[in-house]
């Protein structure tokens, strides 16, 4: 008698955000959010006071998560412009596109396609150790002279105490001290990914969003910026 032979099919898929905030056996069918998640904490410190001014939570967007890809499996996607395997999550950037035109206070929320900040704002003129991508030419899409990343002030690993306290949060602080971004009416933030850390780094990708009601920045305040981004 002739042996029959099976063939099983398994087939292992990862699920990021508020889905996969505890693991479960038996959950997977239910799932159907599969994205990256973080939060966003936004205070000023005047006087050597400081205080939160907003809590929210940021969009990873599809380039940001087709270069994660990439950087995980260190092979680069030909059908992907942009983001290589090299690139990695290291800078930081504000915008003052973030709200309707008629309200400051009213936030339009980052959508999934978005590769870039609505509205670019030059964080500071003159450079130094902590900044990068300067332009030196006025265009529609850089309206002033200077430099408009900044880096973080620290990357630290916190314990997730909802999935067995494994190290699956990434803390990223960043300051826009009293010299940066001057004058300027800051509605949104974003994270980017490029080649390197030093002020020489090209090939800005946007990895994370974030909207929020505008905030005036005077060199009396400076703004802090925490961003937990959970894996």
Known sequence: MDKKISTIKIEATDFYGDNCLKDQVGSIGAVTDRRPQGRVHIYEEVDGSKRKLIHKSNLVVYIGRQMLAQRAMNIDNASVTGSTNLDFISWFGVGDGGVRPADPLDPVPPINSDEELSARVMIRST??????????????????????????????YEADNLNDDAYLI???????????????????AGLFSSDSFAVTATNFTLFARV?????????????????????
């Open 211 to 231: 909207t929020y009601p505008s905030l005036i920045k005077t060199s009396e305040r400076r703004l802090i910026f925490v961003w937990y981004l959970y894996f």
């Open 127 to 156: 450079g130094g150790a902590t900044y990068a991508d300067e332009h030196t030419v006025i265009s529609s899409d850089y309206p002033e002279v200077g430099w408009y990343k900044k880096a973080f002030d620290s990357v630290e």
């Open 170 to 188: 990434a803390k990223i602080t960043t300051t826009i001290d009293a010299t940066d971004a001057n004058g300027k009416q800051l509605s949104e």
